[in-house]
């Protein structure tokens, strides 16, 4: 082991009920919304391919004009209730919003610089108005903050000159001020979820980073922050230099899912993820493939079936209003949800070996365990190994619990389930409630007689 002064603080997962919480979330929604949205990944009639909030930092675009973009900002469309219905009918339990993105435009009135909402059109506090609109909804919110900052005078990508330190220096004070200012100002937020913290500048604060989440924590007891933010003292990132998780969940994955539950390494953990292949910010032109409601389904299963949670990202326009494709996928998979939201909530990594078919979860703390089906294989029968020692008792359909099965055990631990000529055309769940024989009950393990 290696002697670490800013390193992780913890090992292993965190137990108290704010995490526990976080943990059994399920399915989140992601908001990217900002300047970007305006020019939507087009600029002077020529549509760019790259991620649209990334506008600003292409070829052909010039920057100043880009900033200036404030003084247009009139999203008149705008409405946080409308856009917490949508979440809470989709089956959301947590969104992750963004407060600053990498282009520095600060959704609500921030004291420490000119280059906010309060300097557009629209004037009024959006962050505050979306924290106040999904909280009552029931919602918890994260705030998604980007430490890189293109639009701050003193932002630099390394600290090279004495000029360069002495500006940086002003930048973490103004970081600092910002963090501080939106856990002041949205006491309610559960979270921060930080982006933009790959350059050399910010890898090199370790000690800075270490001490300001220390204070961010005990400004807001239970903040859930994610192994993003801050690196260790030999530039450690995600992970320290004993290979131990920074922050309380792994941010690693965007835009991808773990493939088995030995990647997750034990810890908590989410899936960001954007409908095209990569776009957060709004862009008008959606190329290449969409992702359909029934592959967001599954991803969301795949995620809470490996111990995580899934967070669908929604990049509403410029005017404010979310898209119509994205209306409807929220629509879908909240249709979906309504009928098989038990499966997703308050759910973990079962302990069972993953089959062609689908995916295990567990209701946490249980023996419930479901089957959440995606593939049924020609032969129409489920094929279940379940952890030893472990026998089931029951097995039926979620959706139908008259519709039950008696298991075929075709080997030690293996069963099959036999489906009915059945055409389901959406994913289904099985619900199998199981028996552990425990030494310290005494039972002799008995097959459980169905
Ligand atoms: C290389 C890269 C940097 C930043 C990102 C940002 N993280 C996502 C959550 C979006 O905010 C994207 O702009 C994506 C890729």
Redesign the pocket.
């Known amino acids: 082991k290696i002697a670490l002064l800013h390193g992780a603080h913890r090992v292993g997962k965190r137990t108290d009920a704010t995490m526990e919480k976080w943990r059994g979330y399920g399915l989140g929604q992601f908001i ?1 919304w900002g300047l970007y949205a305006i020019p939507g990944g087009a600029w002077n009639g020529k549509q760019y391919n790259g ?1 649209a ?2 506008i600003r930092s292409w070829d052909g675009i010039p920057k100043s004009t880009y900033d200036s973009l404030n003084y247009s900002f009139n999203p008149t469309a705008f409405d946080a209730k409308a856009w917490a219905k949508t979440a809470k009918q989709m089956g959301a339990r947590y969104v992750t919003f963004t407060t600053k ?2 282009d520095g435009f600060c959704l609500w009135p921030s004291k420490y610089t000119k280059y906010t909402v309060k300097n557009s059109p629209y004037k009024k506090d959006i962050v505050k108005a979306v924290v106040d609109a999904y909280d009552q909804e029931g919602i918890d919110v994260i705030l998604y903050f980007s430490v890189m900052d293109w639009n701050h005078p003193d932002w630099r990508y390394d600290i090279k000159t004495k000029e360069d330190s002495i500006a940086f220096e002003r930048f973490k004070k103004f970081t600092r001020n910002q963090l501080i200012e939106l856990l002041t100002n949205y006491p309610t937020v559960k979270g921060l979820w930080f ?1 933009g913290t790959w350059d050399k500048s910010w890898v090199k604060q370790a000690a800075f980073a270490d001490e300001l989440e220390t204070e961010m924590r005990r400004l807001r007891p239970g903040l859930i922050i994610g192994s993003r933010f801050r690196a260790d003292e030999n530039g450690k990132r995600h992970f320290d230099s004993n290979g131990v998780l920074m922050g309380d969940y792994e941010q690693g994955w ?1 835009r991808k899912i773990p493939s088995k539950i030995e990647d997750v390494h034990g810890n908590d953990w989410d899936c ?1 993820m954007t409908v095209p292949e990569n776009q ?1 910010g709004y862009n008008a032109a959606w190329n290449g493939h969409l992702k359909t409601g029934t592959e967001l389904i599954e991803m969301t299963a795949r995620c809470v079936s490996l111990g995580g949670n899934f967070v669908l990202n929604f990049g509403p326009k410029g005017d404010g209003a979310i898209r119509q494709e994205e209306i409807k996928l929220a629509e879908e998979i909240g249709d979906w949800m309504k009928v098989n939201q038990e499966a997703i909530y308050n759910c973990e990594y079962a302990g069972f070996d993953k089959q062609d078919w689908g995916y295990f979860t567990r209701k946490t703390g249980t023996d419930k365990v479901y089957m959440v089906v995606f593939n049924v294989p020609l032969s129409g029968a489920l094929r279940i190994k379940t952890p030893s020692k472990t026998a089931i008792k029951k097995a039926y359909m979620l959706a139908d619990a008259e519709e039950s099965f008696v298991p075929e055990e075709i080997s030690a631990d293996e069963y099959f389930l036999h489906l009915k000529k059945s055409t389901n055309s959406k994913p289904f769940v099985i619900v199998l409630e199981t028996l552990k024989a425990t030494q310290d009950n005494g039972t002799k393990y008995e097959k459980a007689k169905i």
């Open positions: 990217h991620a909030e990334w993105h990498h982006d965007e960001v957060w």
